[in-house]
């Protein structure tokens, strides 16, 4: 699945790739692409979980010369451009039985505009300790943490990050119910469009400078498409409005 997606109209090459944890759903594509691709550096948080494949990611790493780099919170990746990851989570100290707390937390920023949370898997103690850091969180789209899962719901949390949007991953009718009923459920009550990968397909986010609206799409043609997804066109208008009641508002502050 991977491999096509990155390689359409473009050399199998990348800057970096990130492992969010080693739960097979997350891990298991890294070997073809580790193996095949040029890859500028590999990051994870170097907690292994009880995973024996992670090793043998690490081994393909190192045998292709893939530099490879543990992230923990308050690290920044430059990415170039003014571009830069700044990572949420796991601190250092950060203790859990569970992997999915382990996940790797990142958050994009782009000349110090707060585009996008990435929250990979996370549950409750996991968005507890990000909470309790006193962290900025806030970004304009957030990534639900683990699929949209009931154990990763938190009211709290959407109102630290305060998105105007929310991105889902989810497989088409997973056996897992996600993203769960509840969370969309507070998603509606916040006025707040998801965008659901198990109704759209792939979907890309794209800004064209750190001040701008961003721009969702996706790559599945609109008859494939869910009828209960939302409008595309009637978001990025109603974004742009929104984007001008806050300039507004930010020019009688001053």
């Known amino acids: 699945i991977l491999d096509p997606a990155l390689t359409y109209g473009r050399l199998p090459r990348l800057d970096r790739v990130l492992l969010t944890h080693t739960d097979a759903d997350h891990l298991k594509g890294l070997r073809f692409i580790l193996g095949h691709f040029q890859v500028g550096e590999f990051v994870w948080t170097g907690h292994a979980g009880d995973s024996e494949e992670i090793g043998q990611i690490l081994d393909i790493a190192r045998d292709r010369g893939v530099p490879v780099r543990p992230a923990r919170a308050g690290d920044r990746i430059d990415l170039g451009g003014g571009a ?33 949370l990435l929250c990979g898997d996370v ?17 304009r789209i957030l990534v639900l943490p683990h699929h949209g899962g009931k154990s990763s719901h938190s009211p709290e949390l959407y109102d630290r990050v305060a998105p105007d949007a929310i991105l889902v991953s989810s497989g088409f009718l997973n056996r897992f119910g996600m993203p769960n009923k509840t969370v969309l459920a507070e998603m509606r009550n916040r006025r707040l469009p998801v965008f659901n990968t198990a109704d759209l397909g792939m979907v890309q986010a794209a800004w064209n400078a750190p001040h ?43």
């Open 212 to 254: 701008a609206v961003p721009s969702l799409r996706s790559v599945r043609p609109v008859s494939l498409r869910s009828p209960t997804a939302p409008n595309f066109l009637e978001w990025s208008r109603h974004l742009i409005e929104m984007d001008k009641d806050r300039k507004m508002l930010l020019g009688e502050a001053r």
């Open 84 to 116: 830069v990851l700044e990572v949420a989570h796991p601190p250092l100290e950060f203790e859990s039985p569970g992997n999915n707390d382990h996940s790797l937390v990142t958050r994009l920023l782009w000349r110090g505009q707060n585009l996008c």
């Open 123 to 139: 549950e409750r103690k996991a968005i507890r300790s990000m909470l309790d850091s006193g962290r900025d969180l806030q970004a």
